[in-house]
């Protein structure tokens, strides 16, 4: 008799045969931290959130953290992607430090380097899927280069959204949308100016099981297919070990758990 698998272990076998395909990863580091630190203050307390963190991801490398909730893995993605800044420590882009520069040039760093997706999806009701995509570029430039420039970044964002699958919801609201639906759109403005890191906060956690799925085959075909390095971090750990590598916040501090250190 063939032995028969679960769907847990044929997805984890898929994910393992999936892995082994892979083209070597670029050695070059692209995101770094070092000694990473972050604490809070309430009243006379200092509660501390990360503790001396130091990790690196590749160029072109799919990174996923877990870890339980609280230990810290949303505020290091935060950190990293300069939406906060560390207490004590530096964080890295390809071998310069970031986390210091004036607040001007972080916000540019942050909107040319990042793009970010997060749990609960935060798409502008008012605005329609194909608007919706669009703000990161309208943000990005002043009104008069994208007035210009907006049939340039229509086609853009219209590319993006045919490779997640949306080309037939352009113009409707958040609100006539699935789950999985906003989740790809929330993907979709994430990339449309292009980012060289996604950085991703628990992106399948509002999900359920087979539309969680759907999203993470979307994340490993832009890593495989257009070499974006990814950092990903998740409850999960079935999902988190189709990574690249793996590993583990566990009250602020690092452990290594899979994949080249």
């Given amino acids: 008799m063939p032995e028969v698998l679960s769907l847990n272990e044929a997805m984890l076998n898929e994910a393992a045969m999936t892995r082994s395909s892979r083209p ?130 229509r086609e853009q964002a219209c590319e993006i959204l045919e490779k997640v699958g949306l080309t037939h919801r352009l113009k409707h609201k958040p609100s006539e949308l699935s789950g999985g639906e906003m989740q790809r759109a929330a993907i979709a403005r994430a990339l449309v100016a292009k980012p060289e890191v996604l950085l991703a906060d628990e992106p399948t956690g509002n999900l359920d099981s087979g539309t969680g799925q759907e999203i993470m085959g979307l994340m490993r075909s832009l890593n495989e297919e257009e070499g974006l390095t990814i950092v990903m971090v998740t409850h999960d750990e079935q999902l988190a070990r189709t990574a690249h590598r793996m590993v583990r916040l566990n009250e602020g501090r690092l452990e290594i758990l899979s994949g080249a250190a």
Avoid: C
């Fill in 24 to 153: 070597m990863l670029s050695t070059a580091t692209h995101l770094s931290t070092v000694a990473l630190e972050k604490f809070y203050r309430k009243g006379p307390l200092k509660i501390p959130v990360l503790r001396g963190v130091e990790i690196s991801v590749r160029k072109g490398e799919f990174l996923s953290i877990v870890g339980q909730s609280g230990s810290g893995k949303s505020t290091l993605l935060h950190v990293m992607g300069l939406l906060d800044s560390p207490s004590v420590g530096e964080v890295l882009l390809d071998g310069d430090r970031i986390d210091d520069l004036p607040q001007q040039t972080r916000d540019e760093i942050r909107n040319r380097v990042f793009g970010f997706v997060f749990q609960f999806y935060h798409l502008l009701p008012e605005l329609n899927v194909l608007e919706n995509v669009l703000t990161p570029l309208m943000i990005r430039h002043s009104f008069l280069s994208y007035w210009r420039r907006r049939n340039e970044f």
